[in-house]
């Protein structure tokens, strides 16, 4: 079993800048990819980006240039960097890793942007 604890979130102003993380424990394999994924009220959850454990990340388009993904492999962490911060980002964070077993969620923080 593979457990996630996210933090991180909070609010801030349209502009601002968060650190989330995301600590894994448990059966985690040296080979898995982490992502971070967010979901606003009335909408899908979707992807923010990923990276795998050799360091090849995905970004969604609307949050390149303002977002980095980044892990500590020694630490099973991962983070996501966000700066200039927009209103519509918003949204519940959710943490994921795939590993060879199956794929594990963490609960989630949220993020609110005010204007």
């Known amino acids: 079993q593979v457990q996630l604890v996210e933090s991180g979130g909070g609010l801030v102003q349209a502009g601002g800048s968060l650190r989330l993380s995301c600590a894994a424990s448990?059966?985690?394999?040296?080979?898995?990819?982490m992502s971070w994924y967010r979901q606003a009220p009335g909408k899908q959850r979707g992807l923010v980006a990923s990276?795998?454990?050799?360091?090849?990340?995905y970004y969604l388009d609307s949050v390149k240039g303002r977002c980095t993904i980044s892990r500590d492999n020694a630490n099973n962490t991962v983070y996501l960097q966000m700066h200039s911060l927009k209103v519509e980002d918003t949204a519940v964070y959710y943490c994921?890793?795939?590993?060879?077993?199956?794929?594990?969620w963490g609960q989630g923080t949220q993020v609110t942007v005010s204007s």
């Open positions: 994921k890793i795939v590993t060879p077993r199956g794929e594990y």
């Open positions: 448990g059966s985690i394999f040296s080979l898995n990819t």
């Open positions: 990276i795998t454990s050799g360091g090849i990340s």
